[in-house]
């Protein structure tokens, strides 16, 4: 109980934190619903039966008070409705309001350094985590916490109300549905939970076998693995089915439980109810209300049941996202000295991954307004140090104090989706004409104009639909758009013919103005301009060169030509 509850915690602060009351509220009135069902059902065969035997004789049918029962009958189907509808209202919104706060908090914390490179490794799961993981949280407050709550308050409703007739009855009833509940519950979720866990693994699997499909497609064609490929997916799928075969039989035996406590416990009390009313305790009229009141106090059993099923998915979910929901904010970083853009101090650097740093002991001052170009051969760590002053990758040692950034990265990262919504990543706020305005400065404008539907013009899977160049440009513009002191500039113009490249670099050079630039480099037209190259080998800065110096020269001679 302890490791469950330990599980659901990060979930159930976000619960109680964002719309923790409107959920309480939700779950009174969903149990005030049972509640006014259950008079309903218990006063309405009360009545026809009392009034069907005051009718028999004259004198009780004119002396028989049929305007009290008949108006509370009136009271509880009104109240009925109106509790529904007012139960749907506030659940469906606490709901909305608990599924916007738990995917806020779950982006927040999978953007967090490690988290978000993890994922970036494993898109297929992000994708799971991002929609299953969420759905299945979605369902722990309406399919587990309000069915949990209205049986047990129908349970104990119905206790107090047959203890009016009979205490014992009461009590019998009483201890009868809870432990019947309970254990129905428990050994449902209980043998639910292997299958439910193992069809989890396989969906996520099912997917990532799927994507590799798709997106693999020709060099699984050229290599003749389409076969095999499918023939391992279909295993999947064969096996998926065999969980949900299983999750079947579970619920069908869960319900098979509940049918015969439905029909046997209602049938026991009219036995019990029926021996009272030989005794002349009761009469007929309260017979029938016993009966009907248990009857309707089994009914929540059945939303119990589909809670029971549901609950280890659940718990696995809340075990999957709680890390990421209790990483709550950003990392604010610390501002560097006045004059300066960036300070590393004594800084290791170390993939999670690596077996080794990759940089021992960096110190790096990055004046305001100053053009840096990190150089050194392929893998020396030039990504790295970029990765660190964007707060992406965490030292390990020392300490970073950096401005605000904005980084272009080495790969064009660019969505399926509008070119505003991939240009607005770089500024929420940003209007059409800003986005014009640095479109033009990034040498897109007559592109754009030239396209029927402008800005509005849908992107494929990564930007498909522009040419390299024109992506890079784009990416260019929405780095632009971020107004702040530093850029990072991974390899702005790699891949690039050298037209175009040059075209590009321009512009940024233009664009950059007065902030301090660090540009990760092997080809000499993206350093030539800086004001210091810093060459990276060795598991540090091997040596810093100033513009103008003779060893500038000789190092920009060593990079790779256009
Ligand atoms: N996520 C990661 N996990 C483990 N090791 C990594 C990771 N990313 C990079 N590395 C390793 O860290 C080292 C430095 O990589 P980095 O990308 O910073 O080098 P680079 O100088 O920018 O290389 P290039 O010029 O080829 O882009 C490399 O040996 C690389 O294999």
Redesign the pocket.
């Known amino acids: 109980m302890k490791r469950v509850l330990n599980d659901f915690r990060p979930f159930l602060g976000l619960f109680c934190a964002s719309t923790g009351r409107k959920l309480l509220g939700g779950a009174a009135l969903a149990a005030l619903t049972g509640l006014m069902g259950m008079a309903l059902l218990g006063l309405s065969g009360w009545f026809i039966t009392a009034t069907a035997l005051a009718g028999l004789v004259p004198a009780t049918a004119w002396a028989f008070d049929v305007f009290m029962p008949s108006a509370a009958i009136r009271l509880f189907a009104l109240g009925r409705t109106a509790a529904r509808y007012g139960e749907r209202l506030v659940t469906h919104d606490a709901t909305l309001g608990l599924l916007a706060a738990l995917r806020g908090r779950l982006f927040r914390g999978w953007s967090a350094p490690g988290a978000a490179?993890a994922l970036a490794?494993r898109p297929a799961r992000l994708l799971f985590r991002l929609t299953a993981d969420v759905d299945a949280l979605d369902t722990v407050y309406l399919r587990v916490l309000v069915p949990l709550g209205t049986t047990l308050v129908a349970t104990l409703a119905a206790g107090i109300a047959l203890a009016f007739i009979s205490p014992a009855l009461g009590v019998a009833v009483f201890a009868v549905l809870m432990l019947t509940g309970t254990f129905v519950a428990g050994i449902t979720a209980r043998s639910a939970t292997p299958a439910t866990l193992r069809r989890a693994a396989r969906i996520e699997t099912l997917r990532a076998r799927v994507i590799d499909l798709a997106s693999g497609q020709t060099d699984l064609l050229m290599a003749g693995r389409i076969p095999a490929q499918r023939a391992a997916l279909a295993e999947v799928d064969a096996r998926l089915a065999a969980d949900d075969h299983r999750l079947n039989r579970i619920e069908a035996r869960a319900g098979l439980a509940h049918g015969l406590l439905a029909a046997v416990l209602p049938a026991l009390v009219l036995v019990a109810a029926a021996a009272i009313a030989a005794g002349g305790h009761i009469g007929a009229p309260g017979v029938a209300l016993a009966l009907l009141i248990t009857m309707a106090a089994t009914e929540p059993f059945a939303a119990l049941r589909r809670g029971a099923l549901d609950f280890a998915r659940a718990r696995l979910a809340a075990r999957r996202t709680g890390p990421a929901l209790l990483c709550a904010a950003f990392p604010v970083g610390a501002e560097p000295a006045p004059g300066l853009a960036a300070e590393l101090h004594h800084v290791t650097?170390r993939?999670?991954?690596?077996l080794a740093p990759?940089l021992r002991d960096l110190s790096l001052s990055v004046r305001e307004g100053e053009h840096i170009a990190?150089i050194?051969?392929?893998?020396?760590?030039?990504?790295?140090?970029?990765?660190c002053l964007a707060g992406d990758l965490p030292p390990t040692a020392g300490s970073v104090r950096v401005t605000a950034t904005a980084r272009l990265t080495?790969r064009t990262e660019l969505f399926r989706d509008g070119l505003r919504e991939n240009l607005r990543l770089g500024a929420p706020m940003a209007s059409d004409a800003q986005m014009m305005a640095v479109l033009a400065q990034a040498g897109l404008e007559s592109i754009i104009h030239a396209l029927p539907s402008g800005l509005d013009t849908e992107l494929g899977d990564g930007g498909q639909g522009l040419s390299g160049g024109q992506a890079r440009r784009l990416t260019l513009a929405r780095l632009m758009l971020r107004d702040v002191p530093l850029w990072l500039l991974?390899?702005p113009t790699e891949g690039l013919d050298g037209e175009t490249a040059r075209d590009v670099l321009a512009r940024l050079r233009h664009a950059a103005g007065n902030r301090a630039t660090i540009t990760?480099t092997?080809i000499r037209r993206e350093a030539e301009d800086a004001d210091r190259l810093l060459i990276?080998g060795d598991g540090g800065i091997k040596a810093s060169h100033i513009r103008g110096s003779p060893g500038f020269e000789a190092a920009l001679n060593d990079l790779r030509p256009d």
């Open positions: 490179r490794m650097l993939h999670d991954a690596a990759i990190l050194g051969p392929s893998g020396v760590g030039k990504t790295s140090v970029i990765q080495q991974d390899e990760a092997h990276l």
